[in-house]
């Protein structure tokens, strides 16, 4: 049984490559998965150190090819989780992904200096 079935909701963490690269979130629905490579429609979210405030999805929905060997985190979120109304929250000392109801905390992924 594969570990990840069309349908699922997940979210991406990249991995950052430089120590001041911006953190990278996707969140989005698979709609194929093969051989450790899924294909996945949602919605792109980056957190730059700078901004400190509340945080909103960037651009429109996309599509993205994920590789499960790329050595990116991958949650998977409820089956019934609504995509589009998440958002991610940001404070000085925290960052969540939420829609009101479901929150998942994400302070890990934040900058420190």
Do not use: C
């Amino acid at each position: 049984m594969p570990t990840i079935r069309e349908g699922d909701r997940l979210m991406v963490i990249d991995r950052r490559l430089f120590r001041d690269d911006n953190t990278r979130i996707f969140v989005g629905v698979v709609e194929e998965f093969d051989d450790g490579v899924f294909r996945a429609r949602g919605f792109s979210y980056h957190v730059s150190p700078y901004e400190v405030g509340g945080m909103e999805r960037r651009g429109d929905e996309r599509v993205r090819v994920i590789s499960m060997d790329a050595g990116d985190i991958v949650y998977l979120l409820p089956r019934e989780q609504d995509i589009t109304r998440l958002q991610l929250k940001r404070s000085p000392k925290s960052m969540s992904l939420t829609d009101g109801t479901f929150s998942m905390d994400l302070s890990d992924f934040l900058l420190r200096a």
